[in-house]
Structure formats: structure tokens, C-alpha cells
């Protein structure tokens, strides 16, 4: 997993180490997608496909930076 995230990180134009690893591409950087539309659009979709939850499992995330 660090290999894709390092591999992203590269690809993306908000990849430098204090930018936010889901920088809204609208806000230009400067400020992290909406963590409700991260968990909606990619992390509940890959724990369910993943078996980790099931669709009505309660889902949480907080915002993070590269390091």
C-alpha cells in the first residue's frame, strides 16, 4: 500500500509533504476534500469489496497529511 500511496503522491500536483494527501482539486490544494465524500466515493466501496464492512457498517475518517 505505501508503494501506491508513494506512486499517487508522484502523480498528483498536490503531492509535496505538506499538502493534504485528498486535496481538493476545486480549492486548488489548499484545503482536503470533504471526508464524507472521500468515505462515500472510495473508502466504503473498497472496505465492502474488501469484506472489512458491509454497506450499513458506520464509517469514519479523519484528514491526513503526506509524511
Not at 466504503?44 to 475518517?61: C, D, E, I, L, W
Request: proline fraction near 6%; charge should be positive; avoid cysteine.
Amino acid at each position: 500500500m505505501a508503494e501506491h500511496i508513494h506512486r499517487w503522491q508522484r502523480e498528483t500536483p498536490y503531492g509535496a509533504s505538506a499538502d493534504w494527501v485528498f486535496a481538493s482539486f476545486k480549492l486548488k490544494g489548499k484545503q482536503p476534500r470533504a471526508a464524507t465524500m472521500i468515505v462515500a466515493d472510495y473508502l466504503r466501496p473498497a472496505a465492502v469489496k474488501a469484506g472489512a464492512a458491509s454497506s450499513f457498517t458506520p464509517f469514519a475518517t479523519r484528514s491526513q497529511h503526506f509524511s
